[in-house]
């Protein structure tokens, strides 16, 4: 089957390529930038010239100029007076985003007039983590946590040799916004180590497919790579021997790759070497390859996900939503100034609720980077539909303290590890590429209305749609992610997932495991009492006013209270209902809403290709077979445990 062409079909491309467009400037990008004119109008009758000149009768000029300042190397101002739609930028990748954005507009970039606007995005550095192995990990497959089948980059224990996919991923994602992408699993194993040294080269040439669209490379990298790569005794970050190692071995990466991004690292997590090991800190860790990188303008990715996986279950005083807050807060103004701190977004793990890590925004001496999860671990496995846009809305959108957004926190970047596999759809469910463009265009502008975002995903996927198939895709997928809430771990509690592969209910599955994440039922009540009182006293990493609103149960909100308190089940919850009957209500309604998303989808036969509606369709199915399962598990179990009969008599086993 044939590449999927997501949200660039060819027909995205009719406005723009039925007009005569003018391409002013010189560069690497500016000929991407007349390579994809060039092809639009080979399709649809316009025609693209080069230079100052002959811009006499154009549609459509994009040049290359204007205020450096106030656009920086991707902004681009947009303009149309009658007659004529003017995008100028003054770096290259503007005028790249700049013809992006007249293709989104399609034919309204050439109607009527507009003022000059100026575009540019809040967050420099918006990238996509991929997990991906060379090898194919015993466990986890090629793909950690990937849904979409294999790499995309990585086949058959080399780099591929055939880079075209790749070449068409990077055109994709830099027309949603995406300026980077690590092309390597976090967890970097025996072969992938010596992607940083010996192969190079083959990292080389995925740069080299990539970087058309203006996106650079990051490569994961593992903190023990002077003793694995390197044969030294120590990885120590104060070894002189060891730093001398790593301004070598990455000299050595920039002469293969010179815009190179820099090293992502998962340090002293879930089992990964780190500074610890010689009683260093973070910090220090950080800085060693902060500095290797500096001589050649790159950057370190630093993951603040360190917490304490081998906890004992019965000791209630240990909190595993504190480690990262715990850990990098005391060391807040000793990190360089390109190291950056990749945070989660939430002090868990990427649970369809969580609150929003309280370390964003105690750290105001330290870049932060936030990390989303594209790739559906936790919520669904693109099985499911679950459009995550609402969800990254609400954490970017939320203010820590007065004033100041997470998304403009997010100094050092914004990171969703990506979805994409090498699945003829991209994303193993077609749908799922809503994802990949909603974290790109929230990216660029973390404000932005994720409904708007929808929406312009669905013009461009389905270009020239009738309205009844634009409300349709609409439906299915707009509350698609409270849905997926509604029939499983109920009010932030988290988990209630098999352990391992995370897919389907197991309520006490990590209960009594070493991981950290429980929810603590018994016969009279569930939940975890993060509150600085009686609890953890996790509740009080947060800046007020959010410490107070979340240290009671009468004032956190609903959606959050198993997160942060343990109440019983008869506690009367914000809606007026009790915490129990929310179980059970919640638990019908999402199966109900999957049946209605269901019944939507399939009145759209005919309207989308056979090959994606039968695709989802065949998904629907096994969303369906999942939502029941887990309705029926979390019902009986909280049934059996409070002893309290659902007040409608719904059959609960
Ligand atoms: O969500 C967990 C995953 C691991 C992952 C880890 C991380 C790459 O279950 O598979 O490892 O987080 O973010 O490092």
Same mark, same amino acid.
């Given at each position: 089957?044939?590449?999927?062409?997501?949200?660039?079909?060819?027909?995205?491309?009719?406005?723009?390529?039925?007009?005569?467009?003018?391409?002013?400037?010189?560069?690497?990008?500016?000929?991407?930038?007349?390579?994809?004119?060039?092809?639009?109008?080979?399709?649809?009758?316009?025609?693209?010239?080069?230079?100052?000149?002959?811009?006499?009768?154009?549609?459509?000029?994009?040049?290359?100029?204007?205020?450096?300042?106030?656009?920086?190397?991707?902004?681009?101002?947009?303009?149309?007076?009658?007659?004529?739609?003017?995008?100028?930028?003054?770096? $290259?990748?503007?005028?790249?985003?700049?013809?992006?954005?007249?293709?989104?507009?399609?034919?309204?970039? =050439?109607?009527?007039?507009?003022?000059?606007? *100026?575009?540019?995005?809040?967050?420099?550095?918006?990238?996509?983590? /991929?997990?991906?192995?060379?090898? %194919?990990?015993? %466990?986890?497959? $090629? %793909?950690?946590?990937?849904?979409?089948?294999?790499?995309?980059?990585?086949?058959?224990?080399?780099?591929?040799?055939?880079?075209?996919?790749?070449?068409?991923?990077?055109?994709?994602?830099?027309?949603?916004?995406?300026?980077?992408?690590?092309?390597?699993?976090?967890?970097?194993?025996?072969?992938?180590? /010596?992607?940083?040294?010996?192969?190079?080269?083959?990292?080389?040439? *995925?740069?080299?497919?990539?970087?058309?669209?203006?996106?650079?490379?990051?490569?994961?990298?593992?903190?023990?790579?002077?003793?694995?790569?390197?044969?030294?005794?120590?990885?120590?970050?104060?070894?002189?021997?060891?730093?001398?190692?790593?301004?070598?071995?990455?000299?050595?990466?920039?002469?293969?790759?010179? &815009?190179?991004?820099?090293?992502?690292?998962?340090?002293?997590?879930?089992?990964?070497?780190?500074?610890?090991?010689?009683?260093?800190?973070?910090?220090?860790?950080?800085?060693?390859?902060?500095?290797?990188?500096?001589?050649?303008?790159g950057t370190v990715h630093w993951r603040a996900f360190v917490y304490d996986h081998r906890q004992d279950w019965g000791d209630r005083t240990t909190?595993?939503?504190?480690?990262?807050?715990?850990?990098?807060?005391?060391?807040? @103004?000793?990190?360089?100034?390109?190291?950056?701190?990749? %945070?989660?977004?939430?002090?868990?793990?990427? $649970?369809?609720?969580?609150?929003?890590?309280?370390?964003?925004?105690?750290?105001?001496?330290?870049?932060?980077?936030?990390?989303?999860?594209?790739?559906?671990?936790?919520?669904?496995?693109?099985? /499911?539909?679950?459009?995550?846009?609402?969800?990254?809305?609400?954490?970017?959108?939320?203010?820590?303290?007065?004033?100041?957004?997470?998304?403009?926190?997010?100094?050092?970047?914004?990171?969703?590890?990506?979805?994409?596999?090498?699945?003829?759809?991209?994303?193993?469910?077609?749908?799922?590429?809503?994802?990949?463009?909603?974290?790109?265009?929230?990216?660029?502008?973390?404000?932005?209305?994720?409904?708007?975002?929808? &929406?312009?995903?669905?013009?461009?996927?389905?270009?020239?749609?009738?309205?009844?198939?634009?409300?349709?895709?609409?439906?299915?997928?707009?509350?698609?992610?409270?849905?997926?809430?509604?029939?499983?771990?109920?009010? @932030?509690?988290?988990?209630?997932?098999?352990?391992?592969?995370?897919?389907?209910?197991?309520?006490?599955?990590?209960?009594?495991?070493?991981?950290?994440?429980?929810?603590?039922?018994?016969?009279?009540? *569930?939940?975890? &009492?993060?509150?600085?009182?009686?609890?953890?006293?996790?509740?009080?990493?947060?800046?007020?006013?959010?410490?107070?609103?979340?240290?009671?149960?009468?004032?956190?909100? &609903?959606?959050?209270?198993?997160?942060? /308190?343990?109440?019983?089940?008869?506690?009367?919850?914000?809606?007026?209902?009790?915490?129990?009957?929310?179980?059970?209500?919640?638990?019908?309604?999402?199966?109900?809403?999957?049946?209605?998303?269901?019944?939507?989808?399939?009145?759209?036969?005919?309207?989308?290709?056979?090959?994606?509606?039968?695709?989802?369709?065949?998904?629907?199915?096994?969303?369906?077979?999942?939502?029941?399962?887990?309705?029926?598990?979390?019902?009986?179990?909280? =049934?059996?445990?409070?002893?309290?009969?659902?007040?409608?008599?719904?059959?609960?086993?």
């Amino acid at each position: 089957m044939e590449t999927d062409q997501a949200w660039l079909p060819t027909a995205a491309f009719r406005a723009v390529g039925s007009r005569h467009t003018l391409v002013h400037g010189t560069g690497p990008l500016v000929d991407t930038v007349h390579r994809e004119l060039a092809a639009g109008c080979g399709r649809f009758g316009g025609s693209v010239v080069r230079g100052a000149e002959g811009g006499g009768s154009c549609d459509l000029v994009l040049e290359l100029g204007g205020d450096a300042e106030a656009l920086g190397d991707e902004g681009f101002t947009y303009a149309r007076e009658v007659g004529r739609t003017t995008v100028t930028a003054a770096g $290259q990748r503007g005028l790249l985003y700049g013809l992006f954005h007249v293709v989104r507009l399609g034919e309204e970039a =050439f109607h009527g007039e507009r003022a000059q606007e *100026i575009h540019r995005p809040t967050t420099a550095l918006r990238m996509l983590d /991929h997990w991906d192995n060379v090898a %194919v990990h015993p %466990v986890m497959g $090629q %793909v950690e946590r990937g849904y979409a089948g294999g790499s995309l980059f990585w086949a058959d224990g080399w780099a591929r040799g055939d880079l075209e996919r790749v070449r068409a991923y990077g055109r994709l994602i830099a027309a949603c916004g995406i300026n980077a992408v690590a092309v390597n699993n976090v967890n970097v194993h025996e072969t992938e180590a /010596h992607l940083l040294t010996d192969r190079i080269g083959e990292v080389a040439d *995925i740069a080299g497919a990539l970087r058309p669209y203006g996106i650079r490379t990051h490569l994961s990298v593992t903190f023990a790579a002077p003793v694995v790569l390197g044969g030294l005794p120590t990885a120590d970050p104060l070894d002189e021997a060891v730093r001398a190692w790593w301004a070598g071995a990455t000299a050595r990466v920039y002469e293969a790759i010179p &815009d190179f991004g820099g090293y992502v690292v998962k340090a002293d997590s879930e089992g990964r070497p780190g500074p610890f090991a010689d009683g260093r800190s973070h910090a220090d860790g950080a800085n060693m390859l902060a500095a290797a990188v500096a001589p050649h303008g790159g950057t370190v990715h630093w993951r603040a996900f360190v917490y304490d996986h081998r906890q004992d279950w019965g000791d209630r005083t240990t909190d595993r939503a504190r480690a990262a807050y715990d850990h990098f807060v005391p060391l807040d @103004g000793e990190f360089a100034p390109n190291a950056v701190l990749q %945070v989660k977004h939430g002090p868990m793990d990427f $649970q369809v609720r969580e609150p929003v890590s309280p370390l964003i925004g105690a750290m105001p001496g330290t870049r932060l980077a936030v990390e989303v999860q594209a790739t559906q671990e936790y919520t669904g496995q693109q099985r /499911h539909v679950c459009w995550l846009g609402p969800m990254w809305s609400e954490v970017l959108r939320f203010r820590p303290e007065e004033g100041v957004s997470v998304g403009e926190l997010a100094r050092g970047g914004l990171v969703a590890v990506s979805n994409v596999g090498d699945d003829p759809f991209w994303t193993g469910h077609p749908l799922g590429q809503a994802n990949l463009y909603a974290f790109g265009r929230l990216a660029w502008n973390p404000d932005a209305d994720p409904g708007a975002v929808l &929406d312009e995903w669905i013009g461009l996927t389905f270009p020239e749609a009738p309205e009844r198939l634009v409300a349709g895709l609409h439906d299915v997928l707009d509350g698609s992610w409270r849905t997926y809430e509604k029939y499983t771990a109920p009010l @932030g509690v988290g988990w209630m997932v098999q352990p391992g592969h995370h897919y389907g209910p197991s309520v006490d599955g990590y209960e009594y495991s070493p991981w950290g994440t429980y929810h603590f039922a018994d016969r009279d009540g *569930i939940g975890v &009492d993060r509150s600085a009182a009686t609890g953890t006293g996790y509740a009080a990493q947060y800046a007020k006013p959010w410490a107070e609103l979340y240290e009671s149960p009468e004032t956190c909100p &609903d959606e959050l209270l198993l997160f942060f /308190h343990h109440v019983s089940y008869g506690h009367v919850l914000k809606s007026g209902k009790t915490v129990i009957q929310h179980i059970y209500d919640t638990h019908f309604e999402g199966v109900e809403e999957v049946e209605e998303a269901r019944e939507v989808w399939a009145s759209l036969a005919g309207l989308v290709v056979p090959a994606r509606h039968a695709r989802v369709t065949e998904l629907f199915e096994e969303q369906l077979r999942s939502a029941r399962e887990w309705r029926d598990q979390i019902n009986s179990y909280f =049934f059996r445990k409070s002893g309290v009969p659902d007040a409608h008599g719904r059959r609960i086993y």
